[in-house]
């Protein structure tokens, strides 16, 4: 039980974190291009702590799977019940809208700006938070390193093109093609990109220098060059400054974008089963990251971070995705869908993402059982 309490409270500061950001986007956004914001709330649910500060109540909820910014605009019911309560004590009245003029000011409302500014608002949140992983895991380069796998053999596949020439673990490989390498992605880059023509690889072996000539053969199946090596299974970090930090940050959320779309694809093609987890999965797998060190929790929290931005920008119904469609088809058409309508859709979206996800969190309770 006091496992479980510590992965809980690792869970919780990744999630804040990451809800944090992506609301800080919509909120961000929202100020920026003078909409009203009513309340900026982290989680959901019944109110723990908050404080108001200026028009708007910043709000930490019970409930801390996701959170809301709530704009002006964007709900008539919610408009008026804000109206309300500003009346109250003064002497026009509660609901004496003649009095007290219009509900929202229009240069305020989240539905009289323009379609791409709504749009950048909504887009906002998941945009930061891509920004958020960027930040993360160029903080776990600068503080650990970038790990690289130094440019020595470790192992030679039998019969392959390496081991046919005579390359043999243990080689360190000093040139391709007379260009330096320094590392094991500059092995891999080159030989990539020379499916089925000769390279000659220079190593160097105990105290002599050799150079073998080697054919790559192609791979059948993304048409990559392959010779048959593989590296030293240790990497070196190597410290890369906080400006190469912040490039290799990039690089590295670019291989997760990736990995991710590969790993989609195989799942469409039905190459591997699907795979979905929910917070307790999510949580268990945090606690463990967080007991494998503070590296492979940063790196865990920015690789969650990417795909609650990549599920967010879904149109799904009731997902920041939905929303930008919605206001795609507004601006093509050049009117604005029927508020009441849409509201309708993303509750029965918001109905059926929640009924998955409860779904899926037994099941993982069951795995995890099991």
Known sequence: ML????????????????????????????????VQVYEFSIGFGPRLAGFKRGETVYNMRSIPLGGFVRMAGMDPDEDQREADQKNVGTETGVGDEKAAGPVVDPARSFMHK????????????????????????????YIFGWPT?????????????????????????????????????????????????????????????????????????????????TPVATPVYENKGIIGSVGMGFVQTYRVLDMTKDFVQKMLAKQM??????????????????????????????FLSLQIGLFNLLPIPALDGSRIMFLGVEGIRRKPIDPSKENFIHLVGLALLLLLMVVITYQDIVQMVG
């Open 273 to 302: 089963p699907v795979q979905l987890s929910g917070p307790v999965r999510i949580t268990y797998e945090l606690g463990k990251a967080a007991k494998m060190g503070f590296n492979t929790l940063i790196n865990i929290a920015g």
């Open 114 to 141: 323009s379609v791409p500014k709504r749009i950048a608002i909504i887009a906002a949140g998941p945009l930061m938070n891509f920004v958020l992983a960027i930040l993360l895991f160029s903080l776990s380069i």
């Open 3 to 34: 496992e479980w309490g510590t992965y809980i409270f690792y869970a919780l500061v990744v999630f804040g974190l990451l809800i944090l950001f992506h609301e800080l986007g919509h909120f961000t956004l929202a100020k920026l291009t003078g």
């Open 149 to 229: 796998l130094q440019n020595t053999v470790g192992g030679v596949v039998a019969g392959k093109p390496a081991a046919q020439a005579g390359i043999k673990g243990g080689d360190v490989i000093k040139k391709i093609n007379g260009t330096p390498v320094t590392n094991w992605d500059d092995v891999v880059e080159i030989i990539h990109k020379s499916p089925s023509k000769p390279v000659a690889i220079e190593v160097k072996r105990d105290q002599e220098t050799k150079t073998f000539s080697v054919v790559p053969e192609q791979d059948r199946q993304n048409g990559r060059g392959l010779i048959g090596i």
